[in-house]
């Protein structure tokens, strides 16, 4: 076997493999001589058909056959003995398959790219330093309690934060328009539900009262029929509702898994949680500045293969995250959509890869154990929820490869120069949930 490597790129590979004419043909009559074992034809024996009758009716076939798990055969020893590593399935093309001559055919790959690691040295860090305070537990009980409110009507004008029960209906151009009427809806002012300028004219509303409300939907509203126009909402009120706050006391408590609804223990529990809430934001903020680092330090090519594999992965989530049912054909979802952001893990996937192999980096089963540990706080019943992780071999490998990516970003802090900010609980929250709702809107820009 004869071998020859070009290469186009740093990450592309062509390969040129000739297999000795000898060598397919050996295999050829040896297939056909089990072939012909078999073979029944009008006028002979079963096993007695001549072989020159054997060749001519299936000799195209089978051929066809070796030469393909020939060429599988050869590509997986050529690119052994050239120490290549493909990153995803190559095409293979023949270039010469006549019987007599030697085979050639050409495997077209795209390889891992070889990395040498550039320091982030240099780069600064900015780590919020967090303190959960007693006013913020005051504050998070006070969440709790509006969200186990109850509403109760009162006999007055609506104020922001009421709940209003309303009719309406939408006119554009005196003509009411498709999506634009309901009946019996329960709207909470200040919620933001409505386009702008909906829920503030209706604040001073009385119960019984009919109004016109007069507004303008957004230019990038979503539907492009309605988007930049102007229109006008009928709307009947039949009741205004205020929240009526739940008291702190045992039996509100107890709603929180706290047994005996003691308060310093239910206060207590709430300020671990948020504390835990809080280190992760910081944790991720902090790596989130590493991985930006390590990208920007290290322009790698990537595969092609490997940002279609995460590109197929986002549009999976997408669907899922959107409810578009498992019988949804994710490939409607243009590839375009998600390449950059793909092209980007895989990007950093690769570094992360490199980096865990540079400094040897290990997850022992103790570490994964523990880590198990603390993901398992959060549930009621945490020792069922260790137990299922660890008879899990799937579960176990992705705790594992998030230690490992652990360990991987506190090497590279090491490189940085880590400032130290204070913030706020409330701040270092209201960030968090800016990067989510920037990565939630990609999503949906995406699958919309």
């Known amino acids: 076997m004869q071998v020859s490597v070009e290469t186009p790129s740093q990450i592309e590979r062509r390969i040129t493999i000739q297999v000795p004419a000898a060598d397919i043909d050996e295999a050829v009559n040896a297939r056909l001589k089990e072939t012909a074992k078999n073979v029944r034809l009008n006028g002979f024996r079963k096993g007695r058909v001549p072989m020159a009758v054997v060749h001519q009716r299936y000799g195209h076939d089978v051929r066809n056959e070796v030469v ?21 399935y190559p095409q293979i093309e023949a270039t010469v398959n006549e019987a007599g001559k030697d085979l050639e055919f050409i495997a077209t790959m795209e390889i891992y790219p070889e990395v040498e690691l550039a320091s982030i040295e240099g780069t600064e860090v900015e780590r919020p330093v967090v303190e959960v305070t007693e006013a913020d537990v005051d504050e998070m009980i006070e969440t709790l309690r509006k ?14 934060g009421d709940q209003l029960k309303i009719d309406f209906q939408g006119f554009i151009d005196d003509e009411p328009f498709e999506g ?18 909906f829920e503030e004219q209706l604040i001073g509303a009385t119960a019984g009262e009919e109004k016109t409300l007069n507004v303008t939907f957004p230019d990038d509203y979503q539907a492009e029929n309605l988007a930049g126009k102007e229109a006008t909402f009928k709307v009947k009120v039949h009741s205004v509702s205020a929240q009526e706050l739940p008291e702190v006391d045992a039996a509100f408590i107890e709603r929180f898994g706290v047994e005996g609804g003691d308060e310093a223990q239910f206060r207590a529990e709430i300020k671990k949680n948020m504390t835990r809430e809080a280190s992760q934001a910081v944790d991720n903020r902090v790596k989130q500045q590493v991985l930006d680092a390590l990208q920007k330090a290290n322009e790698i090519p990537v595969p092609a293969a490997l940002v279609q594999q995460e590109t197929d992965g986002m549009k999976r989530q997408a669907a899922q995250q959107f409810g578009l049912g498992e019988d949804f054909d994710v490939s409607q979802l243009p ?49 069922q929820v260790v137990e299922y992780y660890m008879s899990n071999d799937q579960l176990k490998t992705q705790v594992k490869s998030a230690i490992l990516e652990e360990k991987a970003v506190g090497q590279l802090l090491e490189q940085a120069s880590v400032k130290d900010v204070e913030m706020s609980y409330q701040a270092v929250l209201a960030a968090a949930q800016q990067q989510d709702e920037a990565d939630e809107e990609q999503d949906e820009n995406a699958s919309a």
Not at 180 to 197: C, D, Q, R, T
């Open 335 to 383: 590839n375009e959509l998600f390449a950059e952001q793909a092209k980007g893990r895989v990007q950093v996937g690769l570094l992360l890869a490199e980096v865990i192999k540079a400094n040897a980096l290990e997850a022992s089963d103790d570490e994964i154990k523990a880590k198990v540990a603390e993901l398992a706080e959060q549930y009621q019943e945490p020792e």
């Open 68 to 88: 393909g798990e020939v060429m599988r055969e050869r590509y997986v020893r050529a690119i052994t003995e050239q120490a290549l590593n493909p990153a995803g």
């Open 180 to 197: 634009g009427s309901a009946e019996g809806h329960e709207l909470v002012l200040g919620s933001n539900s409505f386009i702008p300028g």
């Open 147 to 160: 969200q186990n409110a109850d509403w109760v009507e009162v006999d007055r004008a609506a104020a922001d």
